[in-house]
């Protein structure tokens, strides 16, 4: 690989100090003089008319300034899936009908929160409940309650995948195999709640501070939802405190605190309370997982069937994304001669289910790669060795999904068999399990009917040399801006330090789509590294003409020294030239402009990363007690950027992963959640966290900055199947319903020692 400045140093977040001091101002933290403090009232029920809302009581209240209800908002009906108006399916603020519990129906303002939470109790609320649906398998089925008129027994959005004569293929297999999987659901548990301030003036311009990953989308939402110009909204979100895909949709906390706001002309606050956050925010997609797969005996794949039906919940939200990419992953990252998907997302009287990290791929590669390992073990093959046997490579298409420019699988199963034979014999009640995964660096699909390049960058340097760096990327706790910043000084020829990142504002930055789908470091990357390479060439061109004439193609910048690239020792100081240049333009800064949109008909991403993990685990037989020892994960994200970074995103994905596939779950009874709070929502602490290391295996990605491609995503793919095959191999079992609980471990013990007895 070639050697760089910047690139592939381990570098700190440039943001780290101020986070770490306190310094770093989070939406929570925002108060402004005369704010008001908001409250909602969500609906008690998951499926009712809403007949009355009576609000006198409410409204006399000392302290208490405004309350809205749905009829006081335009009726609009909104959804990220802007291009498709079927999809856009949802209020926020309900006017006849609610769907869900936790659904909003009115939203108060008071001059303090106490007393906002008192008028909640004063609001009255006329409901005639209505039965409800809250399964999919059974909200599909003739006769049950149906949710939105334009949805036939209840489904939502359909996706269909084929490729190959997949029926015929099955015909040529040795081996076939079923099985039916269950994927529960997640919770984000961000530090940082929903929550929004809102300030609208009389002159008509309203700003937004919110934690958002996508200071562009709310822009266009609320500007939409309030009958508004796109100018005249202004979103903010400096610091995120975690969104994992929970934070670039319209939420009630932004569109709520601003209808108050543009109502009473004065700012008005809302965060959400952590049982709120459980209860009516977006969650991880359930899903029901069909899988039939046709082998040779020797392990080759010939077919594979898949269908899936998902929890949708109430509205369509980035459902229809989750359930497109959940059929194209459960093929990846193999080569698979024909494969048919169908998928089936329907409508439930339970949270809305959307956008969470992976989107779709956890579920899939957990009930792939549990089923590949079940095969590899009838057939009496090595796990290792009948994945590498139909491993994707360079150059390899999807047909009519995906080009696969880069890819370094193989080197990644090599790396990780090596380590499985460095553990030597396990200990009793102990196994490996491993699971490969890819993931892709961003989404070529405009569903949200975007008429800028999906992501655009400014650089501006000054005459001190200082580079100021406009962006509209989200940083949202990822490092996004620290890889940033280290793309615009390697291709600049300049420091980290010398580089000062600007984004969060819409009224400032350009446009980014968001933080989400993995596609910041290629698609905003790739959007600074050109602004950054325009910049530095008109420094080259200025230092040209003191230098040499006509030798501008022989020149570059390192370690701010502009030099000859056969000489380096002939050249000059990288802050003599932009104070030349400067002057040269009338005192204008210099500036470079970039910007990025993905074009590749047909196809679902740019690039694609690739990885194989492996998990040690122990089972306890007695307890039914899951514990992670070990974990390896061998990584091609393509030219690393920052090592620091991915490995901040392994353990990040590894406890997130972890959590899904054994101790996280969100148990409901007629739509209610059970377990709204942090003592009873199991997140993995810290004392069960593994011993966990990263390999990475280099290749260079052509489509991406410097070689990169994503790092963040994919690693929260593997993890839950990879423990689903460790527990295999630790106990003989095979648990197909996530969480792996130890319930279902010792459930599952009994039914096995039955049979040995038989």
Not at 22 to 36: E, K, N, V, W
Not at 742 to 758: G, Q, T
């Amino acid at each position: 690989m070639k050697k760089y400045a910047v690139i592939n140093t381990p570098i700190h977040n440039i943001d780290g100090i101020a986070k770490v001091t306190g310094r770093a101002q989070y939406t929570f933290d925002i108060s402004l003089p005369g704010m008001l403090h908001g409250k909602i009232l969500r609906s008690p029920y998951p499926h009712a008319k809403v007949l009355k809302i009576k609000t006198r009581k409410a409204k006399a209240l000392k302290g208490v300034k405004a309350i809205l209800t749905g009829k006081d908002t335009l009726g609009v009906k909104q959804g990220i899936w802007r291009r498709y108006k079927e999809l856009c399916d949802e209020e926020i603020l309900a006017r006849s009908k609610v769907r869900y519990i936790g659904e909003p129906v009115a939203a108060v303002a008071a001059v303090d929160e106490d007393t906002a939470e008192e008028a909640l109790d004063l609001i009255e609320v006329e409901y005639e409940s209505l039965p409800a649906a809250f399964e999919p398998l059974e909200a599909i089925k003739e006769g049950a309650p149906q949710l939105h008129e334009h949805a036939d027994r209840n489904i939502n959005v359909t996706r269909h995948i084929e490729w190959g004569d997949v029926d015929e293929m099955f015909k040529k297999a040795d081996y076939v195999r079923e099985d039916w999987f269950r994927c529960s659901s997640q919770a984000h548990v961000c530090m940082e709640t929903h929550c929004a301030v809102a300030s609208y003036s009389p002159e008509g311009k309203l700003t937004v501070w919110t934690s958002t990953q996508s200071h562009y989308y709310i822009q266009v939402l609320l500007s939409w939802m309030l009958g508004l110009r796109e100018s005249d909204v202004r979103v903010i979100s400096r610091y995120t405190g975690g969104g994992f895909g929970s934070k670039f949709e319209l939420d009630s906390a932004q569109f709520c605190s601003s209808l108050l706001s543009m109502k009473l002309c004065q700012p008005v606050k809302i965060v959400l309370t952590r049982e709120e956050e459980f209860m009516a925010t977006k969650r991880r997609t359930p899903m029901f997982y069909y899988l039939r797969a046709g082998v040779k005996k020797d392990g080759q794949f010939l077919a594979k069937e898949a269908r899936v039906f998902t929890e949708g919940g109430a509205y369509t939200a980035m459902g229809a994304t989750a359930l497109y990419l959940t059929g194209f992953f459960q093929a990846f990252p193999y080569v698979w001669p024909s494969y048919r998907y169908d998928g089936y997302r329907v409508y439930t009287n339970t949270a809305p289910t959307s956008a969470m990290r992976g989107f779709g791929a956890p579920q899939a590669t957990f009930s792939a790669e549990t089923q590949i390992d079940l095969i590899a073990d009838e057939l009496g093959i090595d796990p290792i060795e009948i994945r590498r046997k139909n491993a994707m490579y360079p150059g390899y298409e999807v047909p009519g999904q995906a080009f696969i420019q880069s890819c370094g699988l193989s080197q990644c199963l090599d790396k990780v068999e090596e380590w499985i034979q460095s553990r030597g014999k396990l200990p009793p009640n102990r196994g490996i399990g491993i699971a490969a995964y890819g993931f892709m660096s961003g989404g070529i699909f405009n569903w949200f009917d975007t008429p800028y390049a999906f992501s655009s960058a400014i650089v501006r340097i000054n005459i001190d040399g200082k580079v100021d760096l406009y962006v509209g990327s989200q940083d949202m706790g990822q490092g996004s801006n620290t890889t940033l910043a280290m793309i615009c000084a390697e291709e600049l020829g300049v420091r980290v330090e010398d580089i000062r990142i600007h984004m969060g504002d819409t009224e400032n930055c350009p446009v980014d789509l968001g933080a989400w789908g993995s596609r910041e470091t290629l698609m905003q990357g790739n959007a600074v590294k050109m602004a950054a390479a325009e910049a530095k060439r008109q420094i080259i061109e200025f230092a040209a003409a003191k230098l040499s004439p006509n030798i501008v193609y022989d020149l570059d910048i390192k370690d701010r020294w502009v030099h000859l690239i056969a000489r380096r020792e002939r050249g000059i100081s990288y802050y003599d030239v932009v104070k030349e240049a400067i002057r040269g333009k009338d005192g204008q800064p210099i500036i470079g402009r970039g910007h990025y949109t993905p074009h590749r008909k047909g196809m679902i991403s740019p690039a694609y990363s690739f990885g194989v993990q492996a998990v040690e685990t122990e089972v306890d037989p007695d307890t039914g007690k899951i514990t992670l020892k070990n974990c390896v994960t061998a990584h091609d994200c393509g030219q690393v950027i920052n090592p620091l970074g991915v490995q901040g995103q392994l353990e990040g994905a590894i406890a997130m992963a972890a959590g899904y596939g054994f101790t996280e779950d969100l148990p409901m009874d007629e739509g209610k959640i059970l377990n709204p709070n942090l003592v009873d929502y199991k997140v993995l602490r810290a004392t069960e966290m593994p011993e966990t290391e990263v390999v990475e295996v280099e290749t260079y990605e052509p489509e991406g900055p410097f070689g990169a491609k994503e790092a963040g995503e994919g690693l929260t793919n593997p993890t839950a199947g990879a423990l689903s095959n460790a527990i295999y191999h630790a106990a003989g079992i095979s648990i197909k319903n996530l969480p792996i609980t130890p319930e279902k471990v010792l459930e599952a013990l009994r039914e096995k020692n039955k049979k040995k007895k038989k």
